[in-house]
């Protein structure tokens, strides 16, 4: 069975930090490109950070670039997303998935073969 255990969520002020893990099994991680999505309310799901599968090829959001660091640990078939600087607009709920496409750019638009259940991000002072 696939699973995919996103955590790491909560509440955070303007400027803080968070870290996402997503823990997967039941497939093989390592042939799969890694990302995280977000969708906030009335908002449609967005592409934020997907990273390949061996090469270290990364896609990122413009409006992440540069506070948001994806990650991938093969030999724990985990991911993370590291997110510094966060904003407001950084509120919603982030998915991580993993797509059999090696593409992280493709993947960003395309979404996941497989996805996690999701974990609310809130920022707000």
């Known amino acids: 069975e696939v699973q995919l255990q996103a955590s790491g969520g909560g509440l955070v002020q303007p400027g803080g930090s968070l870290r996402l893990s997503c823990a997967t099994a039941g497939f093989t991680f390592d042939d799969y490109a890694i990302g995280w999505f977000r969708q906030a309310p009335g908002k449609e799901r967005e592409g934020v950070a997907c990273?390949?599968?061996?090469?270290?090829?990364?896609f990122y959001t413009d409006s992440v670039k540069g506070r948001f660091t994806v990650s991938r640990d093969n030999r724990n078939n985990t991911m993370y997303l590291r997110m510094n600087s966060l904003k407001p607009e950084d509120t919603a709920v982030y998915y991580c998935a993993a797509n059999r496409d090696g593409s992280p750019q493709g993947m960003a638009v395309m979404g996941g073969d497989y996805w996690g259940q999701g974990t609310q991000v809130t920022v707000s002072s």
């Open positions: 990273l390949s599968r061996s090469d270290g090829r990364r």
